[in-house]
């Protein structure tokens, strides 16, 4: 067990720095067991510090080895600095003064992957949050802003040597060396640095932009990945485009690079002017990836060039300001991709996610604000409610302003505080001032942790015609916050008549109607809005596109859901009220299942089902959302105690159900849609297969010859990954072994070569529900092409059967649990990080049974007594245990 306790850091106790870094010079010599790291920093005293007398230098370091220091050019011995673990301490002489560093460190031995380390034969960086400090010794916090200038020596065997901002010289050495030269001329905190030396292939591109400047576009990949740049590049330029044509934002260096790396903690880094990528995030090819995979490169490609304003120019103060830059950039990236695809299908999966996973995060016990309080380990709070709800925040302050307020307001953000390093309570002055509005309340969205609840009741009064809203709100405690306060919900709304047409929207005391659709600012812990002029009794279309990140109830009937579903004009709410009749009859279901009772389909959800299938007029990837079910994962958080055998038993047997009395509709409209079309990543081309691949997965489910022929038959001629591993899929989970094993083998063989398509291959088998998955699992982990030093191998394997193979993880044994607080330990001293991410599952025991519950806890408490647990874990596992 761990006798040190990690420190907690709190936002009520930041101060700005003693001193400031203006210029920093490194220099790199990179050798195959280690590289060498020179440092000169030109330094000033913080004059608004009002220190007396001047203060020490403190600079953060790791797992470092110093080899020399100096100050204003006099080599300083031990006895004129102090050295612990974390940091070099010494004192200045002077207000002004330069620091030289020299550090060895070992970057093939980082399996960390935080600072320098090595992927395959790349040299790359990770410095987001705190892993500049495992590079050399500095002021590694974001709002010291300094202007680098980066030399990198190495091997010609490393042809390509790349660090931010534009080349400005480069030469050779003796002994086949070489070098180059990097100057960013604007200032960035080092978690923005990156470089990045290896044997490259380079696929160049050119973009001008809204001033008639010329941007040379590059991506550096290995080179047998060179054919799967050709999407990654399109979506930079159609990034670059948007984020002119939208917020006005140009690009400011001359030449941007995107690198692939294969080993990487996360999705990208968005670096100045060198974007490091997991290369799941860039590679995309009709063979190898799938509709899903090329939305993600367009995404991340767009998020993290979109970060070269927000965030970049414009960056937080403190990493309790994450969302400042996330949160932001999220709504950013959900922008444009819906403005690049449907916009109604791009919201609904983002409202899907965040249901499923950040919802239950608030309800869990690492539940924070957007902006948290306090941390032990930053890396635990790269989080869904920093990045997915920190957006929706960021969404409703678009839909309370408007699109023109909103843009008035982020202009006026990019404008004052360009080269700065500031806070989310500055961004929401800016929206204050640029719109003359009051957010004072509005910014209890930032303090407040947890989902709001929102009761909605009505009443019509025919004589006087009107129609009422009651809005109650409120929040239930989270750790910490026993207490919250009322925040401001906008609620976009409709009044529908009884044909589903939108009626005019007045409001008690205003003269006239105003619109068909309004927002409702509810900013009160009870609320009423009383419209007039009704000379009917309107049925409410509430929180059209998911105006506010809160849980909202109303009392539909199900053939109010029914009508909803059919016929209101808001694609979103449309979806919401299937989603809603679905929901609510799986719940009924579940509780006669475990009744022991036998279980009836309501014809209801089978009729909504039958108009989707025969309206020809609908977007075929609207279709294919409304016809699959609320997830397990969605089920168990709406659970006050999940039954997980119970619920995916039902909703296995509610498909199956509506394949069978359905089946004669499906298979017309599948064949019409598998027409062997060629391959087109665009929207109307990924609408169509995403409907055809529901279908499918339908029909397998009847078990009929014709659909294991037409699965088969679809596995071995499609002309494209997301065709054939839908097939797969559905193989995989039937009964139909000989065909399932075929597939699993023809697959291994054909793609044994590409890492992100074996990835594939691990994790629909390891998300099997079907009975002995942690067997599989167990198996696939001897794979030889499966690595425990390799986040997309571990994330393929172990995440997916902890998240998505929800019966065999949650076995009533308790095998599941030990099998994931193993593969925690296991993994804790190479990657910390991804270790503490893998905890996710085993910290929401209270969602479960009494004996699973005290299972949980068995594992969390073995974590908690480990040896030397990091940081990363022990934040997690202290937590969960409270």
Known sequence: MRTEQPKTIYLKDYQQPNYWIDETHLTFELFEDHALVHSRLSMRRNEERNDKQLPPLVLDGQLLELISVSLDEQALDASAYQLDKDTLSLQPGAAEFVVAITTRIQPQLNTALEGLYQSGKMFCTQCEAEGFRKITYYLD???????????????????????????????????????????????????????????????????????????????????????????????????????????????????????????????????????????SCVLAHPDTATDMAFQRVESVVAHEYFHNWSGNRVTCRDWFQLSLKEGFTVFRDSQFSADMNSPTVSRIEHVSFLRANQFAEDAGPMAHPVRPDSFIEITNFYTLTVYEKGSEVVR????????????????????????????????????????????????????????????????????????????????PPTPGQPDKLPQVIPVRMALLDSKGNEMPLQLDGESVPVGNERVLAVAEAEQVFTFVGLIQEPLPSLLRGFSAPVKMSYPYSRDDRVFLAKHDPDGFNRWEAGQGLALEMLQGLIDIHRAGRPLLLDQRLRDVFHTLL????????????????????????????????????????????????????????????????????????????SLKNTLLSYLMLTGSKEAIDACVRQYVEANNMTDRQAALVCLVNSEFEEQKQAALDDFAERWQDYPLVMDQWFSVQAAVAQPGGLARVEQLLEHPLFSMRNPNKIRAVIGAFANQNLPNFHAADGSGYRFLAERILQLDP????????????????????????????????????????????YEVVSKSLL
């Open 141 to 279: 916090r974001p709002d010291v802003m300094s202007r680098f200038t980066t030399t990198v020596i190495a091997s010609t065997d490393y042809p390509i040597l790349l660090s931010n901002g534009n080349p400005v010289a480069s030469g050779e050495n003796k002994g086949n060396r070489h070098w180059v030269t990097w100057e960013d001329p604007f200032p960035k905190p080092a978690y923005l640095f990156a470089l990045v030396a290896g044997d490259l292939c380079l696929i160049q591109d050119s973009f001008t932009t809204m001033s008639d400047r010329n941007i040379d576009l590059r991506i550096y990949v290995e080179p047998e990945n060179k054919e799967q740049c050709g999407h990654a590049m399109d979506s930079l330029k159609r990034s670059m485009r948007w984020d002119e044509e939208v917020y006005g934002r140009e690009y400011d260096l001359d030449i941007f690079m995107i690198v692939a790396v294969n080993d990487f903690n996360m999705g990208a880094m968005e670096n100045k002017g060198l974007n490091i990528f997991n290369s």
């Open 614 to 689: 025969t309206d020809s007029e609908l977007d075929p990837a609207m279709v294919a959302e409304m016809l699959r079910l609320p997830s397990e994962a969605y089920l168990v958080e709406v659970s006050a105690v999940a039954d997980v055998d119970a619920i995916h038993s039902v909703r296995e047997w509610v498909r199956a159900e509506l394949a069978n009395t359905l089946a004669d509709i499906m298979w017309p409209l599948y064949k019409k849609l598998d027409d062997g079309a060629t391959y087109s990543p665009d929207a109307a081309a990924m609408a169509r297969r």
């Open 830 to 873: 190479l990657n910390p990080q991804v270790a503490a991410r893998l905890l996710t599952p085993l910290t929401r025991w209270r969602k479960y049974d009494a004996a699973r519950q005290e299972l949980l806890k068995v594992e969390l408490s073995r974590i908690m007594a480990a040896e030397s647990l990091s940081p990363d874990v």
């Open 396 to 475: 409703m302050l678009h839909t309370l302003l408007g699109e023109k307020g909103f843009r008035q307001g982020s202009d006026l953000y990019f404008e004052r505080h360009d080269g700065q390093a500031v806070t989310c309570d500055d961004f929401i002055k800016a929206m204050e001032d640029a719109n003359g509005a009051d957010l004072e309340l509005f910014k209890r969205w930032y303090s407040q942790a947890g989902t709001p609840r929102l009761a909605v009741e009505s009443r019509y009064d025919a004589s006087a015609g009107t129609f009422t809203l009651l809005f109650r709100q409120s929040c």
